[in-house]
Structures are given as structure tokens and as C-alpha cells.
């Protein structure tokens, strides 16, 4: 999926998933935290939003790691989680990061390219609903949308 698509699906997974966790949805710095963790995996392409941001750091991931390699894998996360949670980043922090994390590699296994969720296994899981840019993307993100809405007035 491509950087507006993260972060929209970053933000809409954070208001479905605050009220589970007994956190604000509507928090400007969750929401923000959320859509950065939702940017964080594409770290490692150089010509992806925030690896344009972080050439240096891109350009030498993507040289060692490759795109979607380990920063798109379940080890990723679970690495994410213990740096937040070891330094002290407690739910409020560590929470909308992980969130818009996990967002990200849910939304990259919607297309057809998918993730080596086990890296550094070489399996590849995928449900390809749609191309990266292509025109289907911004359908499939207003269902997901549509679906992150319902889980969020379903829990009032």
C-alpha cells in the first residue's frame, strides 16, 4: 500500500482499538504516534515517505534487509514492542506505534507481494485484494475504514 493509505488505515485502527485498551481515540499525540508507527515498517525503502526522510537509515536497511524483509515481519513488531516498553513507554506511547505497526503490515497483506510475516523464513503470506496503487486501493482502504468505524461505535 502506498504512505496515504498507511497512515489513513493507521489512523482508523487506532480509534478501533483505543476504546479496547481503555484509551483516548481522539488524542492528537495517539493519533499521531499511530499514523508514524503506521509509516515506521516502510523504513526500510529509500524511496518510501519516511525513507525519504531517513536516507541514511533506509538506504543502509534496505541494503542489508531489503523491502519488506524483517521491518515487515512479526519479529519486527515484537522488537518495536520491547524497545518501547524496555525504555519505559508505557501503554499511552508504546500502544498507538504498535497499533499503526501492526496496521501497516495488515494492510501490506492485502496485496499481492504480501510479507514474510516469519522472517527470516522465506515464506510469503498474502490475501491479495489489491495492487499498491493501484486504483482498487483507496476501495479497499474505505472498507477497511467502514469496518475500524463499526468496531469503534459498536463499543459505546
Do not use: N
Given at each position: 500500500?502506498?504512505?496515504?493509505?498507511?497512515?489513513?488505515?493507521?489512523?482508523?485502527?487506532?480509534f478501533?482499538?483505543?476504546?479496547?485498551?481503555?484509551?483516548?481515540?481522539?488524542?492528537?499525540?495517539?493519533?499521531?504516534?499511530?499514523?508514524?508507527?503506521?509509516?515506521l515498517?516502510?523504513?526500510?525503502?529509500?524511496?518510501?515517505?519516511?525513507?525519504?526522510?531517513?536516507?541514511?537509515v533506509?538506504?543502509?536497511?534496505?541494503?542489508?534487509?531489503?523491502?519488506?524483509?524483517?521491518?515487515?515481519?512479526?519479529?519486527?513488531?515484537?522488537?518495536?514492542?520491547?524497545l518501547?516498553?524496555?525504555?519505559?513507554?508505557?501503554?499511552?506511547?508504546?500502544?498507538?506505534?504498535?497499533?499503526?505497526?501492526?496496521?501497516?503490515?495488515?494492510?501490506?497483506?492485502?496485496?499481492?507481494?504480501?510479507?514474510?510475516?516469519?522472517?527470516?523464513?522465506?515464506?510469503?503470506?498474502?490475501?491479495?485484494?489489491?495492487?499498491?496503487?493501484?486504483?482498487?486501493?483507496?476501495?479497499?482502504?474505505?472498507?477497511?475504514?467502514?469496518?475500524?468505524?463499526?468496531?469503534?461505535?459498536?463499543r459505546?
Amino acid at each position: 500500500m502506498m504512505a496515504g493509505s498507511h497512515a489513513v488505515l493507521g489512523a482508523a485502527a487506532w480509534f478501533a482499538a483505543a476504546p479496547h485498551l481503555g484509551l483516548p481515540a481522539t488524542d492528537p499525540l495517539a493519533l499521531a504516534l499511530a499514523v508514524a508507527g503506521s509509516l515506521l515498517p516502510d523504513i526500510d525503502h529509500p524511496a518510501s515517505w519516511v525513507g525519504k526522510r531517513l536516507r541514511p537509515v533506509s538506504t543502509m536497511i534496505a541494503a542489508v534487509l531489503g523491502h519488506r524483509g524483517a521491518t515487515h515481519s512479526a519479529l519486527a513488531l515484537a522488537a518495536c514492542g520491547w524497545l518501547l516498553l524496555g525504555h519505559g513507554l508505557a501503554g499511552p506511547i508504546a500502544a498507538p506505534v504498535l497499533v499503526g505497526y501492526l496496521s501497516h503490515l495488515a494492510g501490506d497483506l492485502l496485496t499481492p507481494r504480501g510479507l514474510r510475516l516469519a522472517w527470516p523464513m522465506k515464506r510469503t503470506w498474502a490475501l491479495p485484494l489489491c495492487r499498491a496503487g493501484s486504483r482498487f486501493e483507496p476501495l479497499v482502504v474505505a472498507a477497511l475504514l467502514a469496518v475500524a468505524w463499526w468496531s469503534a461505535v459498536s463499543r459505546r
